[in-house]
């Protein structure tokens, strides 16, 4: 994290949302600076996952503006804010089953962009050497970890700036966890910025510099790491189970 | 032996058009997830401009085959521009009411083509350098037909090979798996549906032109086709194309044996073994089970609520003018003609087969591509019992729902099984086995000529009396099926719409419950038919045809599928549109048009359109989760 003049590249202001009737996410905003790791923390149904549809363009809001790199992307369409260089990792890994290892990789791939980290299938290999092993497998015939694995992969492929990862150690065996958590400190050594979601606080601990506490489709709470670390009535109000 | 070769290799050829129709419809579906129902029609205009292209360009060696591709590559542009002008501006509104633009397309098509071509068959040109016949163990066959023996396979391969070793296929194929997700990958769907529709209707579009030396081209190609394509997809599995393949070769060879074997069930029999298929692989023979689409959640429906006040108070005022017309009848004749009661009558017949189907489709969530075969099942139970019984109105006209239901039994067993598309298929197939039987079992049903006859009793035979007896039954049977939805049945219905899994979880047998739906709506689709064949004294297989059925579909969707007035409204509408354009020339353009029209400007049915008025105030017009 750059201490001295924090630079936002992703900046969500006020979002709305609903579902039908049902008010999901109230006035949310949070910024991520350039090469953090921001985690959004919170339960099951706090609107994590929303959060990052609705930046993403896949859920649209009501009301609410998001930046990126400070150019307006409210309202765009998913393809449009992919392109623009946000790259999204969805929660249920969504591969795409019939398709192989490699093809999965080629729907992710776009053009190189000259701000971000430029990713070929080769270089994906280095950072995942599972998947090297299995390039023409189905991948719906992969295990849990290595579909998650593919899922950050083809995200990558479109050599994104900013990286929203929906809950990545989600369902995964411990080893496999601390995989993701290397991949992660590995994407923010190359330079990206990274807003990820979390219920896992251990986890979110070891990867990530701030936090936002996400409640009710609120935020409820916004500092570092370490401040969290320090404040367990905050922890035992919004995250213990 | 010779005999057997030349009939299989006849099978084969006959298969080309088929495979190439049923495997762009398929590719469509896949992407786009829209049942284009105007593909068979796509198949007509290419052997139209098919015949159109060789004229221009001469039939000679190679301008034959370029007047060929010319004729495909057209139709593939009239598909985008389908895409263009129509589905793209209504990829936001329900999956199902793009069905309905398709419908618009049909009728619009018909009109231009026999306004471009006229109404005579043409005679296909013959193909340069394969008119002669082959051989083949002392047998002779056709040189045309090996031309079309090679086709298929040779299309099959060219598919392949661009959806497996080309990046626009790679993507097609994983927008067919999950297309939201392709396009946070950042890829633009509007090119890649583009594409699907002019690589889908140009495949349509080259089997109507590439069997033009053997069939010709005639108005009657696009309904023809179509209900054969279906059956292809559906045993072939949605969206493989190698199904398609695997079933259009075996529809073709059963079509051309089944014709030495039983020379008039040929289309019951294609029809039999697409049920055959399905009870042992539910999905087809190479398909796969459907997928919940990701990311098209819609926002759930707001709960059907019993009428308040506003709405009794109309539907007293509806149910009043109905009572008196028949008064206004007698005292100002020159208003409320005679015509007027027989256009109510008629009217009246189409709202409850429209709420019937409603039944199924809103609350059940099962969308029926054949409900015709209740409709015209009721009227000819009803009218078979008069024929050979000469049974008098009070028992014939019940012999019409009990048919029917009997009918939708033996379907529903089958059917319920299904979910989706895949059951809206099979609906489509049961009804045109239904149709089939009549049409073809002309001593029982008098096949084309009908049935005729069948007449009320004398207490009901004059106008006003009928009259009141199709609003009694008709009110009745509207709030019996209303009555029906508020009950415990019809909440588990809904509840097994919304969530299968979780009604199951609860020990809800949900196939029961929609099969005893599917019956239900069966018998109340019959007592529509029973009025309907009393008031017109005949009945003819048009009754249980596809477009009726597709009436009955559009009236729904038209209306409004998540309202319970919605079927009413659509059936009134579109009954009383159908009478106002049934006498200019170029009606079903008009019609079609006029269906365009309404869905581009009410994506949510003509209830809807209340509905953004006042229905915000009851919280009926939820935000929908935008499928991106």
């Not at chain 1, 924090?6 to 109230?26: M, S």
């Not at chain 2, 308040?308 to 007698?330: E, F, K, N, S, T």
């Not at chain 2, 005893?516 to 009025?531: D, K, M, Q």
Request: aromatic share 10%; charged share 15%.
């Amino acid at each position: 994290m750059t201490a001295s003049a924090p630079r936002p590249v992703l900046e969500a202001r006020d979002l709305h949302t609903y579902y039908g009737g049902a008010h999901i996410l109230v006035d949310l905003s949070f910024v991520l600076n350039d090469g953090e790791v921001v985690v959004l923390l919170g339960r099951n149904g706090a609107g994590k996952t929303t959060t990052m549809k609705s930046v993403m363009g896949l859920v649209r809001m009501r009301a609410g503006t998001v930046h990126l790199e400070g150019a307006d992307i409210t309202g765009r369409e998913p393809h449009v804010i992919a392109r623009a260089g946000m790259g999204y990792v969805p929660e249920d890994r969504r591969i795409f089953g019939d398709l192989t290892v490699m093809e999965n990789l080629e729907v992710g791939r776009q053009p190189e962009r000259p701000d971000a980290p430029v990713w070929t299938p080769e270089r994906l290999f280095g950072m995942f050497p599972n998947l090297a092993e299995m390039r023409t497998r189905q991948a719906g015939r992969m295990s849990g970890g290595e579909q998650q694995m593919l899922t950050v992969a083809r995200t990558l492929m479109g050599n994104p700036r900013v990286l929203l990862l929906d809950e990545p150690s989600e369902g995964l065996a411990p080893v496999i966890v601390d995989q993701m958590a290397a991949t992660i400190q590995a994407l923010k050594a190359e330079g990206l910025s990274i807003l990820l979601s979390e219920q896992n606080l251990h986890f979110a601990t070891a990867v990530s510099d701030r936090a936002y506490i996400v409640e009710k489709g609120r935020i409820r709470y916004e500092g570092t790491m370490d401040a969290l670390a320090d404040d367990a009535e905050v922890r035992n109000t919004y995250l213990t189970v | 032996m010779g005999e057997f070769v030349v009939t299989l290799l006849t099978g084969l050829s006959s298969a080309a058009a088929l495979f190439l129709v049923a495997s762009g419809l398929s590719i469509i579906f896949g992407v786009t997830r829209i049942v284009n129902f105007a593909h068979g029609s796509f198949y007509m205009l290419g052997a139209y401009i098919g015949v159109s292209a060789v004229h221009a360009v001469g039939g000679g060696a190679i301008g034959f085959w370029i007047a060929i591709l010319i004729a495909a590559a057209a139709v593939g542009l009239i598909g985008v521009a389908m895409e263009v002008l129509l589905l793209r501006r209504i990829y936001r509104a329900p999956e199902l009411f793009q069905l309905i633009a398709t419908f618009g397309v049909i009728l619009v098509i018909q009109d231009i083509t026999l306004w471009i071509w006229g109404s005579e068959d043409l005679v296909g040109p013959r193909a340069p350098g394969f008119t002669g016949a082959v051989t083949i163990l002392g047998q002779r066959l056709p040189e045309y037909d090996l031309v079309l023996i090679a086709v298929s396979p040779l299309v099959l391969a060219g598919l392949w090979l661009l959806f497996n070793r080309t990046r626009w296929g790679t993507l097609v194929r994983a927008a067919t798996l999950d297309r939201q997700m392709v396009s946070a990958l950042g890829v633009n769907q509007r090119w890649l549906f583009t594409g699907v529709l002019f690589l889908g209707s140009a495949l349509a579009g080259l089997g109507g032109a590439i069997q033009l030396p053997k069939g010709g081209a005639d108005l009657l190609m696009d309904f023809n086709i179509i209900a054969a394509a279906f059956v292809v997809v559906v045993v072939g599995g949605m969206g493989s194309i190698g199904g398609a393949f695997l079933a259009a070769m075996l529809i073709g060879l059963l079509q051309t044996f089944g014709i030495q074997i039983f020379p008039n069930s040929t289309l019951i029999l294609m029809f039999l073994v697409m049920a055959v298929v399905l009870i042992f692989r539910p999905w087809g023979l190479l398909g796969q089970p459907e997928i919940p689409g990701h990311g098209v959640v819609e926002a759930p429906e707001a709960p059907l609520r019993p009428a308040d006040r506003g709405l009794r108070i109309v539907g007293a005022a509806v149910l009043a003018v109905l009572l008196l017309l028949p008064v206004a009848h007698l005292i100002v004749p020159s208003l409320v003609g005679d015509f007027s009661l027989v256009l109510v009558i008629e009217i009246m017949i189409f709202v409850l087969f429209a709420a019937a189907l409603h039944f199924i489709m809103g609350p059940g969530g099962m969308v029926s591509f054949g409900h015709a075969a209740f409709f015209g099942g009721g009227a000819y139970a009803a009218a078979l019992l008069v024929k050979f019984a000469e049974a008098p109105m009070e028992i014939a006209f019940w012999a019409a729902p009990a048919g029917a239901a009997l009918l939708a039994i033996l379907f529903g067993w089958f059917c319920v099984r299904l979910t989706g598309v895949y059951f809206a298929m099979l609906t489509l197939a049961f009804a045109q086995i239904a149709w089939s039987i009549v049409f073809q079992w002309g001593e029982v049903t008098g096949g084309d000529d009908g049935i005729l006859g069948t007449w009320p009793s004398d207490w009901a035979s004059s106008r006003i009396a009928y009259y009141y007896m199709t609003v009694g039954f008709v009110v009745a049977g509207l709030l019996a099926l209303r009555r029906i939805l508020f009950a415990p049945f019809g909440y588990t219905l809904r509840a097994g719409r919304d969530s299968p899994l979780r009604a199951a979880a609860i020990g809800i047998d949900l196939k029961r419950h929609q099969w005893v739906a599917f019956t239900i709506s069966g018998a109340f689709a019959g007592l529509a038919g029973a009025l309907f064949v009393y008031s017109k004294g005949s009945v003819f297989p048009t009754a249980m045809e596809i477009a009726r059925s597709f009436d009955a579909l559009l009236m729904v969707l038209l209306g409004g599928v998540h309202s319970l007035t919605g079927p009413i409204v659509g059936a009134t509408a579109l009954t009383w549109l159908n009478d106002l354009f049934s006498e200019l020339s170029y009606w079903r353009f008009l019609l079609g048009a006029t269906i365009i029209g309404l869905v581009l400007l009410l994506p949510n049915g003509l209830v809807g359109l209340g509905e953004t008025g006042f229905g915000r105030r009851l919280g009926a017009a939820p935000d929908r989760e935008v499928p991106a």
